[in-house]
């Protein structure tokens, strides 16, 4: 399946959930209120990321076996052009709220999308925009009860821009792009060769002009510390017009990967093909030139999603996976430098995953497992804890269950959690997973 097709039928069933709700207040309201539902309305914007596990619509089942850096990225890139985008289309200087929910969720996805909310919102607030992230809380669901939903502001304390590089340091630095390479992440750096070659000359003439910016070349020292998204930021709300022939080139030259190919392709180079399921298996990514084409693939990645939220052109034929496995195969014939780049710190990577394998492994005593058959899908509620160790963890609640297959063995995969998370269990920079604690 095309992961544009799964992301088209899940949005459709959200929006035409959305819709039902919003007829329902326009006739319990009598139209005293329809303007203010009309406009409210008209303002939500729905994004799908892909997650783990199992997700049915209609007759057609799809199973995600994403990696958290995947996941981690799409949140992230979601999130960053959507609020890119209304800032573009309202004004700079509004306040913004971002209401990120994260009682609810698939295994790690709720600590992994507030890590990667927490970085838009960081990057944002250091580029000077008004926003704020509130985090919610919301009860689990019970038929004909209300839903008790409380938020409260998460405090984000950006950290001080380094300074731009001068003189010879900038020269020494400038020089790493005479190749060319293109330098838009921590530690992140590929060549642009073997990718349309006929386009070499175009791109060297843009990175020229690079260098004979020194605020254009400041943003990309930025993003040695920052990540490639504040880069990209800076890169484009300043210099989208006196060099907007860079992107150009860029963007004819390298950044046309729809969302659908950068994931095949990804399936195609860990060489995991499995019929009907978008595959990204974390542990084929252990080899270094994995983990660089890997970073490459990001980069890409969030050029397509961060000119989408600017709502610029995309060239409709896109690019070929037999292109994409040129630009692999010659990728990989360059390497010469050790870097191992991570969306997330190396620290938080490891915690992730450990708590990821935690819950797969139900070494944490406060879960609940039973079995239930593929054919007899059953709700599931906070009834089914442990009532009497509840307390030991607050109001934390974990819900979770195995699907037995034909053959008696288990899939870890095909599982549901229900995770509530508190504001007082949430810090900056600290998560609680089960039963233990770990700072990043």
């Given at each position: ?12 069933y959200i ?9 329902e ?5 009598s ?13 939500i914007?729905v ?11 209609g007759?057609?089942?799809?199973e995600?076996?994403?990696?958290l ?12 052009s ?5 800032y573009?289309?309202?004004g ?41 992230l ?6 689990p669901f ?50 642009l ?15 020229e ?6 605020d254009?070349f400041?943003?990309?020292w930025?993003?040695?510390y920052y990540?490639?998204g504040l ?19 860029l ?8 969302h659908?190919v950068?994931?095949r392709?990804?399936?195609l180079i860990?060489a ?15 080899s270094?030139k ?10 890409i ?6 000119y ?7 060239i409709?034929?896109?690019v070929?996976l ?6 692999y ?6 390497i010469s430098?050790?870097a191992i ?8 990577s ?5 708590a ?13 497992m039973?079995?239930?058959k593929?054919?007899?899908p059953e709700k599931?509620?906070c ?13 934390k609640?974990?819900?979770r269950?195995k ?17 509530g ?13 089960s ?6």
């Amino acid at each position: 399946f095309k992961w544009s097709d799964i992301e088209s039928n899940v949005e459709s069933y959200i929006w035409s959930s959305i819709k039902e709700l919003f007829e329902e207040f326009k006739e319990y309201n009598s139209g005293i209120n329809t303007e203010i539902i009309k406009d409210i309305e008209s303002k939500i914007n729905v994004s799908v990321c892909p997650g783990l596990g199992v997700f049915k619509v209609g007759i057609n089942t799809f199973e995600f076996k994403s990696s958290l850096d995947l996941y981690a990225l799409c949140v992230f890139l979601s999130v960053l052009s959507k609020v890119l985008e209304a800032y573009h289309n309202i004004g700079e200087y509004i306040n913004m709220n971002i209401y990120l929910d994260v009682s609810h969720g698939i295994n790690y996805t709720p600590a992994t999308a507030l890590l990667a909310v927490q970085r838009v919102v960081e990057i944002l607030k250091i580029r000077g925009y008004n926003v704020v992230l509130k985090l919610a809380s919301s009860s689990p669901f019970k038929e004909n009860v209300e839903l008790e939903i409380t938020t409260t502001d998460l405090d984000i304390t950006t950290r001080q821009l380094p300074p731009p590089l001068e003189g010879e340091k900038l020269n020494d630095v400038s020089k790493l792009f005479s190749n060319p390479l293109l330098l838009l992440g921590k530690n992140v750096r590929f060549e642009l060769r073997g990718f349309q070659r006929e386009k070499l000359g175009e791109i060297q003439s843009a990175l020229e002009k690079c260098y004979s910016n020194p605020d254009l070349f400041k943003a990309m020292w930025y993003s040695l510390y920052y990540g490639f998204g504040l880069a990209l930021i800076h890169l484009i709300e300043e210099f989208k017009d006196v060099c907007s022939d860079i992107w150009s080139n860029l963007l004819k030259s390298v950044v046309e990967v729809y969302h659908e190919v950068l994931l095949r392709g990804l399936r195609l180079i860990s060489a995991n093909s499995v019929n009907g399921n978008i595959v990204i298996n974390t542990s084929r990514f252990l080899s270094d030139k994995i983990r660089y084409f890997y970073d490459l693939m990001k980069v890409i990645a969030s050029f397509e999603r961060i000119y989408k939220g600017f709502k610029y052109s995309v060239i409709d034929s896109g690019v070929k996976l037999s292109d994409l496995r040129r630009l692999y195969d010659e990728f990989l014939s360059k390497i010469s430098f050790p870097a191992i780049s991570h969306f997330y710190s190396v620290e938080e990577s490891n915690i992730l995953r450990q708590a990821c394998i935690d819950f797969k492994s139900g070494k944490s005593g406060w879960i609940t497992m039973r079995e239930v058959k593929r054919d007899e899908p059953e709700k599931l509620n906070c009834q089914e804890i442990i009532e009497e160790r509840r307390g030991e963890f607050l109001e934390k609640t974990l819900v979770r269950y195995k699907v037995k297959t034909g053959n008696l063995q288990f899939n870890n995969r095909n599982f549901i959690a229900h995770l509530g998370i508190l504001r007082e269990n949430i810090e900056l920079k600290l998560l609680q997973f089960s039963n233990f604690t770990r700072s990043l």
